[in-house]
């Protein structure tokens, strides 16, 4: 019979299937914080902010999301969930779930003020929209960021309970039982 930390072990293939889905949102998730920009190369917002532009960003931030909370259900329903690995992943995407929520409406508000920026005609107005515009946008991506952070630090845990069990394969025998003595000679003993 094995011992109980056994049963608390996440199967290998589990496992590596999971940090397979987790390092591609990852992934995902960073590349969309780095590439979504609302400033130009000068470092300023240009005088007509594409509404269009940064409504997309609101968009694929919204897929990203639902990408995040189908893979946190998913886990969650799971019975690895329940190990002492899993549970810290969950715990980890459920930070990236709330992270990469929150970057949605950030998004849309900054593509609200844009849309609303070429109305605006008194100075202190518009500085202040574009202000609220850069915050938005700047926090949605930080959100982004801070999913994708998330989510390699579950892939770190699984990581780790990786390791454990290619350790502990190397303190049990992965043979069978021991072969049995060999017969000994029949025959009268005198």
Do not use: C
């Not at 940090?19 to 995902?28: C, E, P, Q």
């Not at 202190?124 to 994708?148: E, G, K, P, W």
């Not at 454990?164 to 190397?170: D, E, G, I």
């Amino acid at each position: 019979m094995k011992p109980d930390f056994y049963r608390d072990l996440m199967p290998s293939d589990a496992a590596l299937h999971l940090v397979g889905a987790l390092n591609t949102i990852r992934d995902k998730l960073h590349d969309a914080s780095q590439q979504w920009k609302l400033l130009d190369e000068t470092g300023r917002i240009p005088d007509t902010p594409s509404y269009t532009v940064l409504l997309q960003h609101a968009i694929g931030a919204q897929d990203l999301s639902r990408e995040v909370l189908q893979l946190t259900a998913g886990f969650a329903q799971s019975p690895h969930h329940t190990t002492r690995a899993g549970s810290a992943v969950l715990k980890r995407l459920s930070i990236a779930a709330t992270m990469s929520s929150h970057a949605v409406p950030r998004f849309t508000e900054t593509a609200e003020e844009a849309l609303g920026l070429p109305q605006t005609t008194a100075l202190a107005d518009r500085d202040s929209r574009t202000n609220r515009m850069v915050i938005n946008h700047a926090s949605a991506r930080a959100y982004l960021r801070r999913a994708s952070e998330s989510l390699h630090h579950a892939v770190e845990e699984l990581d780790d309970h990786l390791g454990f069990q290619r350790f502990l394969a190397t303190l049990t025998p992965q043979e069978g039982p021991p072969a049995p003595p060999p017969p000994k000679p029949g025959g009268r003993h005198r």
